[in-house]
C-alpha cells in the first residue's frame, strides 16, 4: 500500500520515537492481515466473520492514527526544544 512505501522507506533511529515507529509498523502489519481476513470471510460468504474481522481492522487503523499523533507530538516537542530528530 502506499504508507507502507512510505513507512518502510524511513529509518527512525531517535530513541525519542524509535519504539512508536516499530509499533506502526506491527500495527501496519496486523492491519494487513485483518483486511485479508475480511476479505476471505466475504468471499467464504461469512458475513458475521467478515463484520467481526472489520471491526478488528478499523480498532487497528485508529490506533495507527494515533501512535501517529503520538509521534507527530513528541517531534513537535522535541523541535520547541532544538533537538533534532532526522539528521
Known sequence: CEF?????A???KHPEI????????KLHS???SGG????NAIQAGR???????YD???ALSESIMDELTNIKNKIENCTSKK?????
Open 4 to 8: 507502507g512505501h512510505y513507512y518502510y
Open 10 to 12: 524511513i529509518r527512525i
Open 18 to 25: 524509535s519504539q512508536e515507529w516499530q509499533n506502526v509498523g
Open 30 to 32: 496486523d492491519l494487513h
Open 36 to 39: 485479508l481476513k475480511v476479505v
Open 47 to 53: 458475513n458475521s466473520a467478515a463484520n467481526e474481522e
Open 56 to 58: 478488528k481492522v478499523s
Open 83 to 87: 533537538i533534532r530528530i532526522f539528521s
